[in-house]
Nanobody, 125 residues
């Protein structure tokens, strides 16, 4: 079964940047090549929401309005990893960020069958 591992979260000041990574665990032996990848986030007391997604080929991407122009999703097939580059971070971006894999790209949770454990992003001065 595909297992996803996120990394790259942490504490950053407003206006700063972070890059999150989403990799298929070596133990699972799976490649991400055939999966669309979505990034989601969940802030305390709020529902999980879609942030960005990318098709299996990398040719199609989507972003939530709240992050357009600040976040960028891309994937590296050689490294079997997908990334979320987050720039100009705001306190309201504070959340646990999850990556997910599924057959087609979407900002909707139910499109994804495989989920990582999440990584905390805190934007604060």
């Amino acid at each position: 079964q595909l297992q996803l591992v996120e990394s790259g979260g942490g504490l950053v000041q407003p206006g700063g940047s972070l890059r999150l990574s989403c990799a298929a665990s070596a133990a699972s032996g799976f490649t991400l090549d055939y999966y669309a990848i979505g990034w989601f986030r969940q802030a305390p007391g709020k529902e999980r929401e879609g942030v960005s997604c990318i098709s299996s080929t990398g040719g199609s991407t989507s972003y939530a309005d709240s992050v357009k122009g600040r976040f960028f999703i891309f994937r590296d097939k050689v490294k079997n990893t997908a990334y979320l580059q987050m720039n100009s971070l705001k306190p309201e971006d504070t959340a646990v960020y999850y990556c997910a894999a599924g057959p087609t790209e979407s900002l909707l949770l139910h499109h994804y069958a495989y989920w990582g454990q999440g990584t905390q992003v805190t934007v604060s001065s």
